[in-house]
T-cell receptor, first 109, second 116 residues
Framework: DAKTTQPTSMDCAEGRAANLPCNHS???????VYWYRQIHSQGPQYIIH???NNETNEMASLIITEDRKSSTLILPHATLRDTAVYYC??????????FGAGTQVVVTP | GAVVSQHPSRVICKSGTSVKIECRSL??????MFWYRQFPKQSLMLMAT?????????EQGVEKDKFLINHASLTLSTLTVTSAHPEDSSFYIC????????????FGSGTQLSVL
């Protein structure tokens, strides 16, 4: 699985968009980019995933660069309940999910 | 979306006893389940991969005789922490993947194990 690099933490104002970057420069052609988040003392929650094209669902948007070496998760209107650790993982569709340190996102009023 | 149920959510046991944690996929058949462990303020660490009907594959450094995994059906996997000790106290989380080319993993809500 490709290694991913994320900032340790970031703050975001409630109601504003949160843009979470992730670098995955060694990603291979069959590896997807997955995003999960974990709210304290709960199991991880799936957010979104993509291969090449940008993706959007009811939770977030995923922007993947053309060379696929990095991506950005966008939470369009952050709420206090979006405070969590966000994990970016690169793996193939049948692979294991190996979690890194993630980004601690704190949404402030 | 798919639901993975994990039970119990919290367990406290005495040192030396064994504890069983169940992970069920409620609305899909899970060919593969994964077990993770998470210590406070740390990330999830993959312990083992469990495939229905076959032996689990353990990650390096995880004792297979200590953490017994059984995946006897397509909807149930169990993790048994044998002869638990205080250092086994941790948050244990399971996840499951369907067998229909589903690319997502769904996670249980976790089990907080405290060994006294």
């Amino acid at each position: 699985d490709a290694k991913t690099t994320q900032p340790t933490s970031m703050d975001c104002a409630e109601g504003r968009a949160a843009n979470l970057p992730c670098n995955h420069s060694t990603i291979s052609g069959n590896e997807y980019v997955y995003w999960y988040r974990q709210i304290h003392s709960q199991g991880p929650q799936y957010i979104i995933h993509g291969l090449k094209n940008n993706e959007t669902n009811e939770m977030a948007s995923l922007i993947i660069t053309e060379d696929r070496k990095s991506s950005t998760l966008i939470l369009p209107h952050a709420t206090l309940r979006d405070t969590a650790v966000y994990y970016c993982i690169a793996t193939d569709s049948w692979g294991k999910l190996q979690f890194g340190a993630g980004t601690q996102v704190v949404v402030t009023p | 979306g798919a639901v993975v149920s994990q039970h119990p959510s919290r367990v406290i046991c005495k040192s030396g006893t064994s504890v069983k944690i169940e992970c069920r996929s409620l609305d899909f058949q899970a060919t593969t389940m994964f077990w993770y462990r998470q210590f406070p303020k740390q990330s999830l660490m993959l312990m083992a991969t469990s495939n229905e009907g076959s032996k689990a594959t353990y990650e390096q450094g995880v004792e297979k005789d200590k953490f017994l995994i059984n995946h006897a059906s397509l909807t149930l996997s169990t993790l048994t922490v044998t002869s638990a000790h205080p250092e086994d106290s941790s948050f244990y989380i399971c996840s499951a993947r369907g067998d229909a080319g589903n690319e997502k993993l769904f996670f249980g809500s976790g089990t907080q194990l405290s060994v006294l």
